[in-house]
C-alpha cells in the first residue's frame, strides 16, 4: 500500500507531465502552421486517438469474442447507413446482449 505522501508525488509528476505535454506545443510554435501536409494530419489526430483508445475494448466489452463481433457489426451497418449515435449504440447493445443471452 502506497503512503500518502508518495501518492501525492506520483499525482504531481503525473500532473506536470500531463500539463507540459499540453502546453510545450503552444510554448515552441508561435507562429501559424499554414503547411496543408501537416494541418491535414494535426486534424485527425484526435479521431485516430478516440479509435486507439476504444476499439481494443470492442472485443472484450460484451464478455466474449462472439456477442462483441455481433454487437460491432450492427454497429458498423447503422453507423454506414448514417443512423444517429443514439440508434448505434442501442442496436449494437441489443445485439450485443441477445447474442450473450442465446449463447
Keep these: 500500500m502506497l503512503s500518502l505522501s508518495v501518492y ?3 499525482l504531481a509528476v503525473m500532473a506536470l507531465v500531463t500539463y507540459l505535454l499540453r502546453a510545450l506545443p503552444f510554448v515552441l510554435v508561435k507562429k ?3 503547411n496543408v501536409y501537416i494541418r491535414s494530419f494535426l486534424e ?3 479521431y485516430g486517438v ?3 483508445m476504444t476499439f481494443p475494448a470492442v472485443f ?3 464478455g466474449g469474442l462472439i456477442p462483441s463481433l455481433a454487437g460491432m ?3 458498423l451497418i447503422l453507423a454506414y447507413r448514417r443512423k444517429g449515435l443514439l440508434t448505434v ?3 449494437a447493445v441489443a ?3 441477445l447474442v450473450t443471452l442465446v449463447l
Design 8 to 10: 501525492f508525488k506520483y
Design 32 to 34: 501559424k502552421i499554414t
Design 44 to 46: 485527425y489526430i484526435p
Design 50 to 52: 478516440l479509435a486507439a
Design 60 to 62: 472484450t466489452s460484451a
Design 73 to 75: 457489426t450492427v454497429a
Design 89 to 91: 449504440a442501442i442496436g
Design 95 to 97: 445485439l450485443a446482449a
